[in-house]
Each structure stands twice: as structure tokens, then as C-alpha cells.
């Protein structure tokens, strides 16, 4: 019986300690209550579209995928700039303000 509980608790801790493949990002933009939204990243010398999602109701959820913090940019389309921050693998949330 102490055996099974010492596996059950290892397990745990190793997948506690497991590094998320990805991000999600939830975010709410007061001002837009719709329209479209793109996720950018900085790959090869240009600005890439890595995710883009519909504004609904003011809230949006984007992902992406990364192996260090690097730089990311939120924008509405058309080229609209909300938010800049560095993304690591987790769950992220943003909160901006539409400038009209």
C-alpha cells in the first residue's frame, strides 16, 4: 500500500512540474465589441500572423507556441496595435483598450 501511494504521489509532482506545450491567450478589449484580431510574432525578418481569432463581445482567445519568452503583438485588424508583451508557454491574460 505504501508503494502504490509513493508512485501516486511521484506522478503527481512529475506531471505538476511538466512544461505546457503552448499558450493561450484570453483577453478583453474595452471598445471593440467585435471584429478581427491577429496574434504576430517577428519571424524571418517580417511580422507573421502565428494565430487570429473574432472579438465577441469584447473578449477574444488566442494560442501560440514558443521555446523562450519572445516578443508577440496583438492587433485588430486592420493594423492596429493593442498590445505588445513577451509570451512564454502558459496561460496569459490581457486586457486593453480600443483606441477609436
Request: with cysteine.
Amino acid at each position: 500500500m505504501k508503494n502504490i501511494l509513493f508512485i501516486v504521489l511521484v506522478l503527481a509532482v512529475l506531471f505538476s512540474c511538466a512544461k505546457p506545450e503552448g499558450f493561450v491567450i484570453k483577453g478583453q478589449i474595452k471598445g471593440k465589441e467585435s471584429g478581427d484580431i491577429k496574434l504576430m510574432k517577428y519571424a524571418d525578418g517580417k511580422w507573421v500572423a502565428e494565430d487570429s481569432a473574432k472579438i465577441e463581445k469584447g473578449k477574444f482567445v488566442l494560442k501560440g507556441k514558443t521555446t523562450l519568452p519572445e516578443l508577440r503583438v496583438i492587433s485588430i485588424m486592420p493594423q492596429t496595435i493593442v498590445a505588445q508583451f513577451f509570451a512564454e508557454n502558459g496561460s496569459l491574460t490581457v486586457n486593453a483598450n480600443a483606441i477609436v
